[in-house]
């Protein structure tokens, strides 16, 4: 599911709060009660939504209570693990293209 929010990472962020959003636990909580739950103005709340604002790192744990899932970490956690397993890759290249300039 996670790779259906798309390969680049900012609008996939985005896509997966509007998803967590609209996948919420509790279908009836509007807005305003999401917000007020979160600590955070309601008209904030709404343009994080609608994809103007970015929703804060130190709020992501409030967001996914008040939605009852973790499609937005679960989201920033698959790009730190490409991110990781590219680095891997580049340092892997590395030490070869090292290997072999010393076998020349």
């Given at each position: ?6 390969d ?6 985005k896509?997966?709060?509007k ?52 499609a937005?970490?679960m ?7 490409i ?16 290997q ?5």
């Amino acid at each position: 599911m996670l790779r259906s929010f798309g390969d680049d990472e900012e609008p996939a962020t985005k896509f997966a709060v509007k998803w967590a959003w609209l996948h919420r636990r509790v279908k009836g909580m509007d807005q305003r009660t999401a917000a007020s739950y979160m600590g955070i103005p309601a008209p904030h709340l709404s343009n994080i939504l609608n994809g103007k604002k970015h929703l804060p790192p130190h709020k992501i744990n409030s967001f996914e209570w008040v939605c009852g899932n973790r499609a937005v970490s679960m989201t920033i956690e698959r790009f730190r693990q490409i991110r990781q397993e590219e680095q891997a890759l580049l340092v892997a290249k590395a030490i070869v293209g090292a290997q072999g300039s010393r076998a020349a």
